[in-house]
């Protein structure tokens, strides 16, 4: 089983909704992340899990909140969300390699569509 | 520190006829680098990846790409053209940090009938 799996597919939500976006996979890999997808832009890195710790937070603003509730969960919990933060949100996962040697590939969820009004 | 520059933000080319997306790199140490596909509205897919091994690397759907270290580069190329390879294709690199991958800013590939 190689997939990540992501979610809901799309999400529409107000400004003043909470809701959950869900990753899981079951691969055996520590390292899992999430991005956010601008149209016609590259994946931006939002969060980086490692061995169930958040190892980075890309100054990534609170109305998003990550959770690792074990090695093949990842949940971003969204609050108070803007307009702007409308996107593609994605998950991945990978293998966790020594400091300075060569990385495993990442793999990706199909992502979930959020349009937040 | 890690970067990558995808040199071209649009590729056309006719259905048949060879297909080369350029990727230059920069990084401090010893690289890992992949290319990824993303067909719209979906997930990113894994083409192909080099890890220190061979410097051509194959991939899947008759891609492949060559590492070369002097130029910094790792194009990714295909002999023909179909037309389902119409995509964004993003060059990425794995930082010093084994947990962030630094993506290019993506070619987008036409493919004309």
């Known amino acids: 089983d190689t997939e990540v799996t992501q979610t809901p597919k799309h999400l529409v939500m107000g400004m003043t909704n909470k809701k959950s976006l869900k990753c899981e996979q079951h691969?055996?890999?520590?390292?899992m992340y999430w991005y956010k997808q601008k149209a016609k832009k590259p994946p931006e890195l939002m969060f980086v899990?490692?061995?169930?710790?958040?190892?980075i937070n890309e100054s990534v603003p609170s109305r998003f909140s990550p959770e690792c509730p074990n090695s093949s969960l990842l949940n971003l919990h969204l609050h108070a969300l803007q307009p702007e933060d409308s996107a593609l949100y994605l998950c991945?996962?990978?293998?966790?390699?020594?400091?300075?040697?060569?990385?495993?590939?990442?793999?990706f969820g199909q992502g979930t569509r959020l349009t937040v009004v | 520190a890690q970067s990558v520059t995808q040199l071209d933000s649009h590729v056309s080319v006719s259905e048949g006829t060879p297909v080369l997306l350029r990727c230059n790199y920069s990084?401090?140490?010893?690289?890992?680098l992949f290319w990824y596909v993303q067909h719209p509205n979906k997930g990113l897919q894994l083409l192909l990846k080099?890890?220190?091994?061979?410097?051509l690397v194959k991939g899947i759907n008759g891609f492949e790409a060559e590492f070369k270290k002097s130029e910094t580069s790792f194009h990714l190329t295909k002999p023909s053209a179909h037309m389902s390879d119409a995509a964004e294709y993003f060059c990425v690199v794995s930082g010093d940090n084994f947990n962030k991958f630094y993506f290019g800013s993506g070619t987008k590939l036409n493919v004309k009938p």
């Open positions: 080099y890890t220190s091994a061979a410097t």
């Open positions: 691969m055996g890999h520590r390292a």
């Open positions: 899990y490692s061995y169930e710790k958040l190892s």
């Open positions: 991945a996962s990978s293998q966790e390699t020594g400091l300075h040697s060569m990385n495993t590939e990442a793999f």
């Open positions: 990084s401090s140490y010893s690289p890992s």
